[in-house]
Nanobody, 124 residues
Framework: QVQLVESGGGLVQAGGSLRLSCAAS????????MGWFRQAPGREREFVAA????????AYADSVKGRFTISRDNAKNTVYLQMNSLKPEDTGVYYC?????????????????WGQGTQVTVSS
């Protein structure tokens, strides 16, 4: 059984930084791609970033490219999202997800397991 637990969210001023972590249980973590998604109030959940099973491939939403960096440590079963130059529009609940493929996919339907989410609030 896979469990994903996010941490690192909080309240930050515009221009600030946060680092999200997602700790995964289960033996499949190191062989599949991982992703981060977010959902703002009244909006659909949207793709933020994804990383391949080895960490060699990444993908980003245009809105976060150049500001966010996804990484992973397979020895620790953990995936990270470093968020810099945060903007008020980055506010939302951030979810970690585990896919059933090896490449950094952007589509929600490729992800089978989801964490509970961590709140990120960026004040202007």
């Amino acid at each position: 059984q896979v469990q994903l637990v996010e941490s690192g969210g909080g309240l930050v001023q515009a221009g600030g930084s946060l680092r999200l972590s997602c700790a995964a249980s289960g033996r499949t973590f190191s062989s599949v791609a991982m992703g981060w998604f977010r959902q703002a109030p009244g909006r659909e959940r949207e793709f933020v970033a994804a990383i391949s099973w080895s960490g060699s491939g990444t993908a980003y939403a245009d809105s976060v490219k150049g500001r966010f960096t996804i990484s992973r440590d397979n020895a620790k079963n953990t995936v990270y999202l470093q968020m810099n130059s945060l903007k008020p529009e980055d506010t939302g609940v951030y979810y970690c997800a585990q896919s059933r493929t090896v490449g950094p996919v952007r589509t929600l339907s490729w992800y089978d397991y989801w964490g509970q989410g961590t709140q990120v609030t960026v004040s202007s």
